[in-house]
């Protein structure tokens, strides 16, 4: 018996899409990285939110916050994480990268280490998913295969 086209192309459609999940995971991995690296090199300076500013009339939230650093250079930057629990006035702790005083970050998990953690687990369910889908096709083909000769009775 010849093999039908879907028993081709689904392992096919799975490697591929098991490829572009592993590479989105290695992408978040190496952004996990980085930023343990800024994290572990930032200086830490007190800030403050002064706005909660939308980009082009989105619903998305971005809070702008303000820090003076280590050259007495007061910064005002927007987050490129939107997060709506930070409150205008709120006092905070910002990471500034000691080499370029514009990377700055508000020491927050949502702000610093979500973004690369639901990368990495983005492409870990996206290639895990595939993974168990050629899982399933070939036990599948397997049951097929060994029902063959039996013969139900009655």
């Not at 592993?22 to 002064?50: E, P």
């Not at 702790?93 to 370029?100: G, R």
């Not at 996206?126 to 096709?137: A, D, E, N, P």
């Amino acid at each position: 018996m010849k093999p039908t086209a879907a028993a081709f192309l689904v392992p096919v459609f799975c490697m591929t899409f098991i490829i572009i999940g592993g590479a989105i995971a290695m992408g978040g991995l190496i952004w996990l990285f980085r930023t343990a690296s800024f994290v572990s090199r930032s200086d830490k300076f007190s800030g403050q939110v002064i706005a909660m500013e939308r980009a082009n009339g989105s619903r998305w939230v971005y809070p702008v916050f303000t820090f003076t650093d280590s050259a007495n250079n007061v910064r005002t930057q927007r987050s490129g994480i939107s997060v709506r629990s930070f409150k205008v006035g709120e006092r905070l702790t910002i990471l500034c990268d000691p080499a370029d005083s514009w990377h700055a970050e508000i020491d927050s998990f949502q702000t610093v280490w979500r973004p690369p953690l639901e990368v990495t687990g983005g492409g870990l369910l996206f290639g895990g998913f595939s993974w168990l889908m050629i899982l399933l096709v070939k036990v599948t083909a397997k049951r097929g295969k060994s029902k063959k000769g039996v013969r139900l009775v009655r």
